[in-house]
């Protein structure tokens, strides 16, 4: 059991930037697929980045490519994603998800231990 716990959520300008944290106790998060995923409020949650096990590979939503970039520091058992020129649009509940396995193949069902998420709001 993998108990991932979302940090560096707040209010920001558009524009602003803002970098989200990820960790988990169990030595094991180290070397598991994680994504982060968006639920806006009345919406779907949505795939927004995911890097593999390795941290060798990572994958972004169309929305957010070229603005967000997800890392992962396995000496400190982290995954990060850094926000860059955040839009009203970026508003919502980011949650941190963990495969479990060291790849992600697509399916958001893969994700199996989530965290509590962290609010992101982003208006003037």
């Known amino acids: 059991q993998v108990q991932p716990v979302e940090s560096g959520g707040g209010l920001v300008q558009p524009g602003g930037s803002l970098t989200l944290s990820c960790t988990a106790s169990?030595?094991?998060?180290?070397?598991?697929?994680t994504g982060w995923l968006r639920q806006a409020p009345g919406k779907e949650s949505d795939f927004v980045a995911y890097?593999?096990?390795?941290?060798?590979?990572?994958a972004y939503a169309d929305a957010v490519r070229d603005r967000f970039t997800i890392s992962r520091d396995s000496a400190k058992n982290t995954v990060y994603l850094q926000m860059n020129t955040l839009k009203p649009e970026d508003t919502a509940v980011y949650y941190c998800?963990?495969?479990?396995?060291?790849?992600?193949?697509?399916?958001?069902?893969?994700?199996?231990?989530w965290g509590q998420g962290t609010q992101v709001t982003v208006s003037s």
């Open positions: 169990e030595r094991t998060f180290r070397s598991l697929a």
């Open positions: 890097i593999d096990g390795n941290g060798g590979y990572t």
């Open positions: 998800a963990a495969a479990i396995g060291g790849s992600w193949y697509g399916d958001v069902n893969e994700f199996i231990y």
